[in-house]
């Protein structure tokens, strides 16, 4: 078979997979979450049940399942038999994502979230609605802290309970909560890179790694490789793939974020540029513009009433500056250096698992959503 054809089926089989463990995490997740509706009002009431209803909301939208994927190919590729217990191993990491996506639109102030309100927003509305006394923006993010408390703690005691040896669990739970200690440091980071007068790529490449090469793929990989019984030379094996990968994803989804559009994303492009998000991206195009664009650039980036128009001016700048194909050479040089590092430990590994990685990388350089 061709490289081109390889590159074909790798990518085929990652999707085919990607949509078999989506389909049953969804499943799953609609039947979880049926549940604690009914227990969270019989046991604590209406109010409680107001929080909780917007935790699962944001996490009944869905989007890839990609961490909880990732779990299971973790623990399939390593072996691992217990289909159900696994599925609740991805439900839990699934259910964690959630918890982020609720402080990460807190922090940001968004709006919108995988094509919905996000939960701050669900809740103030509700607040306006009933005409409760107070200030209904507080109360949204009040609540949501909360709701984004129970469904972090809800997880962690999935974890704890799992059909498998405790030594196993107390592992697991250890490596979520290291992950998510790196993670909270690569938000910090993201967020003093969007107030600080100068940025660099070190800048930028050590939260590409901190705040999502360990979140979204070396934290699932390891939580259902060590639940299958992997020993740490087969996590450490699969270390550099998930960094890189990690990067790459990331650097696509910034690329996205700017060139991609609301209905893919399920977010505004202009969020990012709203936001002032540091990236590669814009990193790069603020190093190479002349002096009147960057200003302008500068200016747009972080301004909370940036215009269509003065949006599409950025977007110029940013692709005439070169720095759209230099982040998209990145992005291809992280997944070149995933895939060599893959190609390193092959036969630790099921030959379907190590296709679906190969497919996963090859798969980012054409992604749209």
């Known amino acids: 078979m061709s490289k081109p054809q390889q590159q074909t089926s790798d990518i085929a089989l990652f999707k085919n997979k990607l949509g078999e463990y989506k389909h049953l995490i969804d499943e799953d997740i609609a039947t979880y979450s049926k ?14 049940r107001l929080v909780t209803d917007s935790y699962l909301d944001i996490l009944e939208r869905g989007g890839k399942r990609i ?33 982020m996506l609720i402080m990460d639109d807190i922090q940001d102030r968004s709006l919108t979230r995988r094509g919905g309100p996000t939960a701050p927003v669900m809740l103030a509305g509700y607040h ?18 909360n709701a984004m408390g129970i469904g972090n703690h809800a997880a962690q005691m999935i974890l704890a309970n799992l059909n498998a040896p405790e030594v196993l669990r107390l592992n697991v739970i250890s490596i979520l909560n290291r992950s998510l200690v790196v993670t909270a440091h690569g938000q910090t980071n993201d967020i003093m890179n969007e107030v600080v007068a100068t940025v660099d790529e070190e800048a930028v490449e050590r939260v590409l790694e901190w705040k999502t090469a360990h979140y979204t793929f070396l934290n699932p990989l390891h939580v259902g490789m060590v639940l299958a019984g992997a020993d740490c030379q087969a996590t450490d094996a699969i270390t550099d793939y998930a960094i890189h990968a990690g990067k790459a994803f990331q650097i696509t989804d910034d690329i996205m974020g700017i060139f991609g559009s609301e209905f893919e994303s399920g977010k505004s ?33 972080g301004n ?35 895939l060599s590092a893959l190609d390193n430990h092959t036969k630790r590994w099921t030959p379907e698992g190590v296709q679906f990685l190969r497919g996963l990388g090859q798969y980012m350089l054409t992604r749209t959503s």
């Open 304 to 338: 909370k009433n940036l215009t269509p128009a003065e949006f599409e001016r950025s977007k110029d700048i940013i692709i005439g500056s070169g720095a759209l194909k230099y982040t998209q050479e990145r992005a291809a040089m992280h997944v070149e250096q995933a």
């Open 35 to 48: 549940h604690i509706q009914q227990t969270t009002l019989q046991q604590y009431g209406s109010s409680a």
């Open 269 to 301: 492009p202009m969020d990012d540029m709203r936001e002032g998000k540091r990236t590669v991206l814009s990193v790069y195009a603020l190093e190479q513009t002349k002096t009147a664009d960057k200003n302008f650039l500068i200016q747009m980036l």
């Open 67 to 99: 961490r909880g994927s990732l779990v299971m190919l973790g623990y399939e590729m390593s072996g691992g038999k217990n289909r159900e217990m696994i599925l609740q191993a991805a439900r839990a990491i699934e259910m964690i994502h959630a918890y």
């Open 128 to 145: 306006r609605k009933n005409h409760l006394a107070g200030d209904a923006g507080h109360f949204g993010i009040a609540l949501s802290l």
